[in-house]
């Protein structure tokens, strides 16, 4: 049997009988986007989208420089590093086999721990059009009440004392224009690429925010040479797991130490307010909007909801994974109600057809048996999910006197979900940068419900609503009697 080959520049010629090989010329690609956040997401979706650009459209000028400012990301670094930036793309669909791409769009990387003013330089490099982020929820720092730029949080506070040494993505992105401007260099576009309502206009006030403590005197430069346009995105994009680079070894012969699995759907929606002239994405797919509000709740109360839901509710019976969880009747069933009856009446009843469509591609995109999307990814992190992802729809809900059962159901049993252990009796781990506080309220809410819905940075005021406790504190006392099988069985057919 034969070798698997190593995944780099110069062996990369030699699997194009395999799979798809980039066919343009790598070394006349310009670097011209700078995307912070290398994560799996980013490489199965803007990473994708201009590697089919300059594929099929000669969209060579705009090829991306990969940063990463975490020391967590280490790994990708070195990975990304020693393959010259290339990548397999494994797309997996429910009905058809794997098409696997070799993606060579990323033809730069710097790794800001090893080197934070080579991170600063290159923002700052005339060539640099736009810089996109990936960064994740809590990458935006974010005060849950307000839902404001959260300046006490001890990350930008030390950057706001130490501004020449920057850790955040704010710190770096204000040395980088402090240099552009310095060089008589022009701004340029920021383009979140991240699951938050609004996240261009989110990451413009969080940076003019952090901006106007240290140095406000220089807003008036920033807001006449940036712009950020909102953005929805979307593609299911799971961890990559063993089995999967197992696979590429033994089915393709390819060495890549860290491949991306994603499913076949995938969609962009952009708010066309670019700095500089943009990429033609349209010509791969993107859509361009005046105004992303309607795309933006659609997509994060239906898909990240419904995910958030399935993640929760799967993990307390014991499912491991997204599809598992959908291909179950009852939870699906639950997961539909909940869709049908709180959300979409929310939604702009003008977009309805589109709505129910985007609702029933969603369904089988969840049941994706081939997409081993874990419910550990889609729980983690879930203080700064749950308050972007649902609770918007139990205000919406609330103030408008409308149903709100499914909704509180779902908050009693993430309640239930801090007890770490599954309804088969298995134990699981809880990962959340406030996880001592979400495990703590979660034990004393067994003698008092309500402590649990008293961690103001998740929930804010809620916790004086009665309407809502009322409801919240019924249907945690029936989970934390029975399975949450039963619970959701009993709820399909008559609530609770
Ligand atoms: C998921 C998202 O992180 C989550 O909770 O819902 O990563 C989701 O898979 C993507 O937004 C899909 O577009």
């Not at 090893?114 to 960064?135: F, W």
């Amino acid at each position: 049997m034969q070798n698997p080959v190593y995944l780099n520049i110069e062996n990369v010629e030699s699997l194009k009988n395999r799979v798809s090989t980039p066919t343009f010329d790598r070394d006349k690609v310009m670097t011209s986007i700078a995307h912070i956040g290398v994560s799996n997401f980013h490489r199965a979706h803007q990473a994708y989208y201009m590697h089919e650009l300059m594929e099929k459209h000669g969209g060579l000028n705009y090829g991306i420089c990969g940063i990463d400012l975490l020391d967590a990301d280490r790994k990708i670094y070195n990975v990304l590093k020693d393959q010259d930036g290339l990548y397999t793309l494994i797309v997996k669909d429910a009905n058809e086999s794997d098409h696997v791409k070799i993606i060579g769009s990323i033809v730069e990387y710097f790794f800001g721990p090893e080197n934070p003013m080579a991170v600063i330089e290159r923002l700052a490099h005339p060539d640099i059009e736009i810089i996109s982020l990936t960064i994740a929820e809590d990458g935006y720092h974010l005060n849950e009440i307000t839902g404001e730029f959260d300046q006490e949080n001890p990350v930008v506070a030390e950057d706001v004392k130490n501004p020449f040494y920057p850790k955040t993505v704010f710190g770096y992105l204000f040395q980088a224009f402090k240099l552009r401007k310095s060089r008589g260099l022009t701004g340029c576009t920021i383009l979140s690429c991240d699951n938050i309502k609004g996240n261009g206009d989110t990451v413009k006030e969080s940076f003019f925010n952090y901006v106007n403590k240290i140095e406000p005197e220089f807003l008036s430069w920033l807001k006449e040479n940036t712009t950020f346009p909102n953005s929805m995105v979307d593609r299911i994009t799971p961890l990559t797991r063993s089995e999967d680079i197992d696979t590429l070894k033994n089915n393709f012969l390819i060495d890549d130490q860290w491949p991306v699995v994603c499913e076949s759907f995938t969609n962009w929606i952009i708010e066309d307010n670019f700095f500089h002239e943009r990429p033609q994405w349209e010509k791969g797919g993107v859509q361009f909007v005046e105004h992303i509000e309607f795309y933006d709740k659609m997509k994060l109360q239906l898909l990240n909801a419904g995910h958030t839901i399935l993640g929760i509710l799967g993990t307390l019976q014991g499912y491991k994974t997204v599809s598992e969880a959908a291909n179950d009747e009852d939870f699906m069933y639950f997961l539909k109600t909940y869709m049908d009856e709180e959300v979409i009446p929310v939604l702009d009843k003008a977009e309805v057809h589109l709505v129910e469509k985007y609702k029933s591609t969603l369904i089988t995109r969840f049941k994706n048996p081939f997409i081993y999307d874990s419910l550990s990814r889609i729980c983690d992190e879930s203080s700064t999910k749950v308050p972007i992802f649902i609770l918007p729809t139990v205000k919406a809900q609330l103030s408008k006197d409308k149903v709100i059962d499914r909704v509180a159901f779902v908050i009693a049993a993430w309640c239930k979900y801090y007890d770490g252990v599954d309804d088969q009796g298995k134990a699981y781990k809880v990962s959340d940068s406030i996880s001592n506080v979400l495990i703590r309220r979660a034990t004393q809410s067994q003698q008092d419900p309500i402590k649990f819905l008293e961690i103001e940075s998740v929930f804010g005021d809620l916790n004086t609503n009665p309407v809502f406790i009322e409801k919240y504190v019924r249907y945690l006392h029936h989970i934390r009697e029975r399975t949450i099988k039963d619970c959701i069985k009993d709820f399909n057919v008559n609530l609770l």
